[in-house]
Nanobody, 123 residues
Framework: QVQLVESGGGLVQAGGSLRLSCAAS????????VSWFRQIPGKEREFVAA????????YYADSLKGRFTISRHNAKNTVYLQMNSLKPEDTANYYC????????????????WGQGTQVTVSS
């Protein structure tokens, strides 16, 4: 079992940057793949980025590749999402999720979810 807590969301202007953090409990964090997803009210949850349990492999939504970077520091039990060149359409509630696999990109693969952190990008 792992518990996840997101932080770092807020209000930024278009073109700005934010770094989100996903802090995990437990001593087995290095055995979990982690992803970021985002969702706006009334719409489907959208995949953002994934990182393998060892941090070697990453995947990104095609539309976000180049602007967003996922990373992890297993000794700190933390995964990050660096978001640059933010656009109003990036506005959403951002969630991190974990599963005991090498890597995963589908929301139904993930067993553990955080509570979310709101990102709002103004134009």
């Amino acid at each position: 079992q792992v518990q996840l807590v997101e932080s770092g969301g807020g209000l930024v202007q278009a073109g700005g940057s934010l770094r989100l953090s996903c802090a995990a409990s437990g001593r087995t964090f290095s055995s979990y793949a982690v992803s970021w997803f985002r969702q706006i009210p009334g719409k489907e949850r959208e995949f953002v980025a994934a990182i393998s349990l060892n941090g070697v492999r990453t995947y990104y939504a095609d539309s976000l590749k180049g602007r967003f970077t996922i990373s992890r520091h297993n000794a700190k039990n933390t995964v990050y999402l660096q978001m640059n060149s933010l656009k109003p359409e990036d506005t959403a509630n951002y969630y991190c999720a974990a599963v005991q696999k090498y890597i995963a990109t589908m929301n139904d693969e993930y067993a553990y979810w955080g509570q979310g952190t709101q990102v709002t990008v103004s134009s």
